[in-house]
């Protein structure tokens, strides 16, 4: 099997000394190269475009054009760039805002440097990563919506699950394990996993179970 090349990943944020950490961590891995950086969201779409990064790691409150306005040119420009929001903060008025612009995942900054990188290669591959917090903030706007709304009916997620991510919830519904489920979609185990965690994220599941009891009461299944 053919090796991935790196994932191509542009750094923005208005404090260069994260951005220095960050582009110093991160250099060490082989599965991830930081193509450039940027301090403002203006100067994000220029070096995306000049770069073409496959993700943008997005800080939101920045000077000259902000985070969210950022994504959503981005959106718009080069649908293919997968923009991660990665802040301080975690208001709801933040965490909509990226989201609708089309930000596909949504991280503070004391992430993990392993699950950073894991929301990175997940972007990359397609999928989606909420922080737990943020995940629980989706899961309860989304308990207020009235139950007539029809256009939310068939998935009433603010950010929704990818085809793959439906398989294995269903599998996982099933009581499969991460084994099975990768015997049967013919997936590594490891991809299993991060799908996993991607929909216990999206669901603001804390388990398993808690996952296929919120995907059964908003009609997932």
Same mark, same amino acid.
């Given at each position: ?8 990943? *542009? ?18 891995? $082989? ?6 950086? @940027?301090? $403002? ?24 054009? $902000? ?17 991660? #929001? *990665? ?26 440097? #392993? ?20 995940? #629980? ?7 207020? *919506?009235?139950? $007539?709304?029809?256009?939310?009916? #068939? ?16 599998? *996982? ?8 489920? @990768? ?21 603001? @599941? ?8 919120? @995907? ?6």
């Amino acid at each position: 099997m053919t090796a991935r090349a790196p994932v191509r990943l *542009l750094l923005v944020d208005d404090q260069a000394l994260f951005r220095e950490a960050l582009a110093t961590l991160l250099g060490v891995r $082989d599965d991830v190269v930081v193509v450039g950086e @940027a301090g $403002d969201g203006e100067e994000a779409v220029r070096r995306a475009a000049e770069l073409a990064p496959e993700v943008v790691l997005m800080d939101l409150r920045m000077p000259v054009l $902000d985070g969210v306005a950022a994504t959503r040119r981005l959106r718009a420009e080069q649908p293919d760039v997968r923009v991660i #929001a *990665l802040t301080t903060f975690d208001d709801d008025e933040d965490v909509f805002a990226a989201l609708r612009a089309g930000a596909v995942g949504y991280l503070l900054k004391d992430v993990s440097s #392993a699950r950073l990188v894991e929301a990175v290669l997940t972007a990359a591959a397609g999928g989606s990563v909420l922080e737990p917090s943020v995940a #629980a903030k989706v899961v309860a706007r989304v308990a207020r *919506l009235p139950a $007539d709304e029809p256009a939310r009916r #068939a998935q009433p997620l603010v950010v929704p699950l990818s085809e793959r991510e439906v398989d294995v919830l269903r599998l *996982l519904a099933d009581g499969r394990s991460n084994r099975e489920i @990768a015997g049967r979609l013919h997936l590594a185990e490891g991809t299993v996993k991060n799908h996993v965690t991607n929909v216990l994220g999206k669901l603001g @599941a804390r388990d398993r179970t808690q996952a296929a009891l919120r @995907a059964r009461a908003l009609d997932l299944l």
